[in-house]
């Protein structure tokens, strides 16, 4: 397919040629090279779309620490909330930026009007983001609320409704152990 991208552009009198056909080959590897190239250039102009080493360029742009040690999925989030960085002017705004930032069900946010205080409550699962929250939160809300933000330790009211029975149906593990190697211990203790 290569050399056809070159030989279509070749008038029908010397596309039969072998020097042609040989030059069709090269040059239809540095054409698809190029497309290659294009194509990558492209898709590293937008977040969605980047892929690792556009995502690092935009991280170095931003001034993003330990940008390099990230998974790319993580770096592509820190790089789209760190782009889309601005102030809320209202409560459904911030609610709107914590949904992009850290998930939809991956925080509990609650304000507490009487007391002056903003409690953030997130799931372990993105507790590497508290530090980045704090900080930037407290750029952005008012100076008189008082800003906490914890860890959600307590996964017991998640697990409450579930069986033992419907636990080992959904193949559940406990870190790397699967379900079936914790029975013995659920009847010793």
Same mark, same amino acid.
């Not at 054409?31 to 969605?48: G, H």
């Not at 809300?141 to 017991?156: D, M, Q, S, V």
């Given at each position: ?54 995502? @690092? /360029? ?5 001034? %993003? ?6 998974? $790319?999925?993580?770096? +592509? ?59 930037? @939160? /407290? ?5 008189? %609320? ?6 959600? $330790?307590?996964?017991? +009211? ?32």
């Amino acid at each position: 397919m290569r050399e056809n991208r070159y030989s279509i552009y070749l008038p029908k009198t010397v596309a039969d040629l072998k020097e042609f056909q040989k030059l069709g080959e090269i040059e239809g590897k540095i054409l698809e090279e190029e497309r290659i190239a294009k194509d990558t250039l492209v898709r590293n102009q937008w977040i969605a779309t980047a892929n690792r080493s556009g995502l @690092l /360029r935009m991280a170095n742009m931003m001034k %993003l620490p330990m940008a390099e040690d990230m998974e $790319t999925e993580m770096l +592509r989030q820190e790089v789209l909330s760190r782009w889309n960085n601005h102030g809320p002017y209202t409560w459904f705004h911030l609610s709107d930026w914590l949904d992009g930032c850290c998930g939809k069900d991956m925080y509990w946010l609650k304000c507490l009007h009487r007391q002056y205080r903003l409690q953030l409550t997130l799931g372990l699962q993105i507790k590497e983001k508290k530090e980045f929250l704090e900080a930037y @939160l /407290r750029k952005i809300i008012p100076a008189n %609320l008082i800003l906490e933000i914890n860890l959600n $330790t307590n996964i017991h +009211r998640r697990l409450k409704p579930l069986t033992h029975g419907k636990i080992k149906q959904m193949e559940w593990t406990y870190g790397q152990i699967p379900y079936e190697d914790l029975t013995p211990y659920q009847n010793q203790g």
